[in-house]
């Protein structure tokens, strides 16, 4: 069976050329239902059955597709090995080349952090012992890449795949600056900061300091572009309940919203928080997130 004999069975329209149809692909109107596609803008490539809307940018494997179209897991996968493609071992790959170690940027760091970093967390009202520890938070120096920036290490399955310095002073332009790709365990836009701390209901947020706001059973994805590994990462973690609450401002709820349509189909619950315009997770006072843990753990 081809990926159009699928499509037919199952009446759904494509166009095997003209507009918005490239070389070696196939279009349908994107399924996804927040995306503004009014045409044909996703395409379906046939050499291995991956997909990409060029409009809201949801893409994945095949089977993800066949999910999106109501196929349970199985009916999914089964359907998925029975489809001719024209290269059935065709994937993306993406090389990660490590030429330097992490530890050696990581050994000039200093624990404990440094009384302006203590300053600048507990005039934010965070607990900067509690963090200090909980979260391995150490201080650069005045020297090296990432000079006076507070370091907060991303930790994944046990081991430190790479980190994060959040500026302190207010006058870099930017507020982040993650370690190099080429010492990271781990590619950055593969990172789930706390993934650790998840039992059976996560957290989804944008950034470190949110999820840490948050505490147990947050997670931050570093960005509202989530990637599909990230998705990958999340789906494994076999969730019962799911909560996506990016920044307030409209187009992080966009994301967010996208991001929770991604993970439904895996997930029993799964909503999205929507804050206030000028809020984000890490704003949130300390009884706002008693309150909210109250609700969703």
Known sequence: MTIQDYLDMKNIPYWTHGKNVSKGYI?????????????????IRLRDGRY??????IH???KSLLRRFGESPSAAADISNSIYFT?????????HKITGKLEDLMRDFKSPISKEHRIYLENRGYPA???EKKYSLMSADHIGDQKFRLVVPCKMEGRTVGFIGRDTTGKSQLKYKASPESHNLLPRREWIFNLDSVKDCAIIVEGCMDAMNLGDGSIALFSTSFTQKQVESIVKMNLNRCFVMFDGEAPAI??????AYELSPFIKLTEVLELPEDKDPGDL??????????EVF
């Not at 990409?52 to 940018?57: E, Q, R, S, T």
């Not at 006072?285 to 109250?294: C, K, N, P």
């Open 27 to 43: 279009g349908i109107r994107c399924v996804n239902p927040f995306c503004r596609d009014r045409s044909n803008h996703l395409g």
């Open 52 to 57: 990409k809307c060029w409009i809201c940018g």
């Open 60 to 62: 994945g494997e095949f």
């Open 87 to 95: 290269d059935k071992t065709s994937e993306y790959t993406y090389t």
């Open 129 to 131: 012992d509690k963090w």
């Open 254 to 259: 966009e994301q967010a919203y996208r991001l």
């Open 285 to 294: 006072t300390e009884s706002d997130v008693r309150a909210l843990r109250r």
